[in-house]
């Protein structure tokens, strides 16, 4: 299915190492995505060698960007069909991962590769809206991590992604070229939830394009007001003057 050889030297230059265990998990990844993708709407990404870069190298770039510790814990924002949540788990399966979507049909698959994968006991899903899962004690302030890619410019997902991350865990936004104007847009948010803006760590994947991992320590805690109510985030700007 895909070229497992070209996965494996293309994340070596990452300094990460994937061995035949997970060569193999990636393989029946993207044989069940491209599967699943004929029923249910999964990615617009189906061919086998993109699915390696945009898919598969591109989420690994977390692990690129941040060092992370062993058996750390993550949540995954908005997961679709998985990324980055399961090729981290899939490389690192001494992680434990939540992978949020409010979309369930997505999750349904998301649970199927878990299952087939055999990597259940490390990661599961979450059918819940960001904001409202991230009111509730049991997953507020509880993860080292939390990453988030493609999903909502940073100032929201920082609303919707600061909540879960402990003090002193770090939320990593994967975005693409774009990413200075996003971030001047979202440093007083950021600052207001309690996240500063430590790194912004470029990476080129050969022709793919720039991409931009933007790193955010949890400094305080996110005052309990936040996150807000999805139709208050869009319509009053966190950090923003309000307009009339
Ligand atoms: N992260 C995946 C990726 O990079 O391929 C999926 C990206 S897809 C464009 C955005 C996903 O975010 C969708 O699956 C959508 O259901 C989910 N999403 C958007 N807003 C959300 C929210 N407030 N709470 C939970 N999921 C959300």
């Keep these: ?30 044989e069940m995505l491209i ?3 004929s029923r249910i709407n999964l990615t617009a990404i189906t061919d086998p060698f993109e ?13 690129a960007a941040v060092n992370v510790p062993q058996g750390a814990s993550f949540i995954d924002v908005g997961t679709g ?16 991962g939540v992978m949020l979507d409010s979309t369930l049909k997505k999750l349904m698959f998301v649970d199927h590769v878990l299952n087939r994968l055999e990597l259940n006991s490390n990661g599961r899903t979450l059918h819940m ?27 929201e997902l920082s609303e919707y992604c600061l909540p879960f991350v402990k003090v002193g865990g770090t939320f990593v936004a994967l975005k693409s070229a774009k990413a200075q104007e996003e971030i001047d847009g979202a440093k007083e948010a950021i600052k ?52 009339k």
């Design 81 to 96: 069909g998985g990324f980055p949540g399961l090729p981290l788990l899939i490389a690192r399966p001494d992680l434990h």
């Design 129 to 155: 809206r960001a904001e409202e899962a991230g009111i509730k004690v049991q997953l507020r302030n509880r993860f080292d991590f939390c990453f988030s890619r493609a999903v909502a410019n940073l100032r």
């Design 51 to 63: 699915i390696v870069y945009k898919h598969f190298a591109d989420s690994m770039l977390a692990l």
């Design 192 to 243: 207001i939830l309690g996240g500063e803006i430590t790194e912004v760590k470029q990476f080129f994947l050969s022709d793919m394009g720039e991409r931009n991992l933007i790193i955010i320590k949890k400094v305080s805690p996110t005052p309990p007001k936040y996150p807000r109510a999805s139709a208050k985030i869009a319509k009053e700007p966190l950090g923003l003057p309000k307009t």
């Design 1 to 30: 299915m895909i070229d497992k050889v070209l996965l494996k030297n293309e994340v070596e230059r990452l300094d990460i190492m994937l061995d035949d265990t997970a060569l193999e998990r990636f393989d029946t990844f993207a």
């Design 35 to 37: 599967d699943w993708n």
